[in-house]
T-cell receptor, first 113, second 108 residues
Framework: DSGVTQTPKHLITATGQRVTLRCSPR?????VYWYQQSLDQGLQFLIQ???????AKGNILERFSAQQFPDLHSELNLSSLELGDSALYFC????????????FGDGTRLSIL | KNEVEQSPQNLTAQEGEFITINCSYS?????LHWLQQHPGGGIVSLFM???GKKKHGRLIATINIQEKHSSLHITASHPRDSAVYIC??????????FGPGTRLSVLP
């Protein structure tokens, strides 16, 4: 058990809809990272937050947004969903902002119909 | 050319064999990570390296910054080591770039 909790585990929705994925980091960790894993593109880094502030941005689409709240949990919002957004979305956490080992959640599997 | 490449793509070994998985990258990096993804999909971080060598149990990871190359070694392999092993680098822009993964099957 990594201590990182992601909800929901599975999500099925339709094109054009909006969903919110939630992540609670391991106790004591201040950084949260979001990743997308699709069959055709593999793992991709989306965004990192540290103690409520955005610290690094990867290949995150404009339709996607994220935030980290004062209690350190994070949410990834995906809007105007397209079939290609179907993927596993992982959250990971680490203590600091720099290069540190990350602890991964079990992921949220998003299916767009 | 992908920024992070791994070899081999697939690997089948007999239990007890010594295994090496290679990762080459083309960008400047601040750190390199080795990840293990189990058949069920869960991801575990094995190592984070910025120089030298690290060892944890039967796993050893090395990195050569000048040659832009890292290796993951598994000694005395076991069927429970069967998984996809993924190399990831963090570039100076703080972006993470992932390799395509190496699928390892260890047969009893």
């Amino acid at each position: 058990d990594s201590g990182v909790t992601q909800t929901p585990k599975h999500l099925i929705t339709a094109t054009g809809q909006r969903v919110t994925l939630r992540c609670s980091p391991r106790s004591g960790d201040l950084s949260v990272y979001w990743y997308q894993q699709s069959l055709d593109q593999g793992l991709q880094f989306l965004i990192q937050y540290y103690n409520g502030e955005e610290r690094a941005k990867g290949n995150i689409l404009e339709r996607f947004s994220a935030q980290q709240f004062p209690d350190l949990h994070s949410e990834l919002n995906l809007s105007s969903l397209e079939l290609g957004d179907s993927a596993l979305y992982f959250c990971a956490s680490s203590y600091g902002v720099g290069n540190q080992p990350q602890h991964f959640g079990d992921g949220t599997r998003l299916s767009i119909l | 050319k992908n920024e992070v490449e791994q070899s081999p793509q697939n690997l089948t070994a007999q239990e007890g064999e010594f295994i090496t998985i290679n990762c080459s990258y083309s960008v400047g990096i601040s750190a390199l990570h080795w990840l293990q993804q189990h058949p069920g999909g869960g991801i575990v971080s094995l190592f984070m390296l910025s120089s030298g060598k690290k060892k944890h149990g039967r796993l050893i990871a090395t990195i050569n910054i000048q040659e832009k190359h890292s290796s993951l070694h598994i000694t005395a392999s076991h069927p429970r080591d069967s998984a996809v092993y993924i190399c990831a680098v963090r570039d100076y822009g703080q972006n993470f770039v992932f390799g395509p993964g190496t699928r390892l099957s260890v047969l009893p």
